[in-house]
């Protein structure tokens, strides 16, 4: 006999694919993205992670489920409307209108789809930092590439860049996701100091602080860029981000 869905059945389609470990220790930031990833871009398609959208487990359509990333996009938004800590897996089963128990088919618990939605924003970050340290030129233009690049990866990756700006430490993947973080303005420090070495940018600002005021702007833009009403796409952000930062740092 026929083995028939039940009509109320909304698991997830497919197995998840096992989760991507932090990054902490291990070889060099410049080291850790692979020539593909660097090519990632606000025109490139959402990234395939395993699950395929309304397919049963032989491969035959059937009723729509949610992919990996329809998941982890309801969980970056609801983590960063609700808080992390104040919300449940019942949270987020609900908004997905799925069972509780359909998720924890799937995932271990919150933390881990706040660690996969929180590296969804890294990798591209390490990504774009990679691309500028290994880029020929003067570390002036650069740290320019490294920030064009950054607002492209925004752009792409909003709501996990906006999730990844708001966490603070209070659980095991939140600390893993600062400490990427931090590599990550090390290695833009690294370069604004080999700009003012050469003599291309102002040497009276401190190149740590002058990191954090550059990545600042580029940050700050999660909390007004909506693509749908801003008018402004990636390249014109990113235009716009280098024309006001890099006219005061660059040495006339």
Not at 75 to 92: K, V
């Amino acid at each position: 006999m026929t083995q028939r869905n039940h009509p109320r059945d909304e698991r997830l389609r497919e197995d998840p694919p096992p989760a991507t470990p932090l990054l902490a220790g291990g070889p060099p930031l410049a080291r850790r993205a692979s020539a593909a990833s660097l090519r990632l871009g606000p025109s490139d398609p959402p990234r395939s992670l395993g699950w395929s959208r309304g397919t049963n487990s032989r491969g035959k359509v059937g009723r729509p489920g949610y992919d990996l990333d329809a998941v982890l996009l309801a969980a970056a938004q609801t983590f960063t409307e609700r808080g992390y800590d104040g919300t449940s897996m019942d949270d987020l089963a609900r908004v997905l209108g799925l069972s509780k128990s359909a998720l924890y088919h799937h995932v271990a618990g919150k933390e881990q789809l706040l660690q996969l939605a929180t590296d969804r924003a890294l990798d591209g970050l390490t990504a774009v930092v990679a691309e500028a340290v290994a880029h020929d030129g003067p570390a002036v233009d650069r740290l320019e590439l490294l920030v064009r690049r950054s607002v492209d990866v925004l752009v792409a990756e909003l709501p996990f860049v906006t999730l990844l700006l708001r966490v603070r430490g209070n659980t095991a993947t939140e600390r893993g996701a600062i400490r990427r973080r931090r590599e990550i303005d090390h290695a833009v420090a690294e370069l604004v100091a080999k700009a003012v070495a050469d003599g291309d940018l102002r040497a009276d600002v401190e190149p740590q602080l002058t990191a954090r005021l550059l990545f600042g702007m580029v940050n700050s833009l999660v909390e007004w860029y909506r693509p749908a009403r801003s008018g402004s796409d990636a390249a014109e952000l990113a235009d716009a981000v280098c024309a006001i930062a890099f006219a005061g740092l660059r040495r006339s």
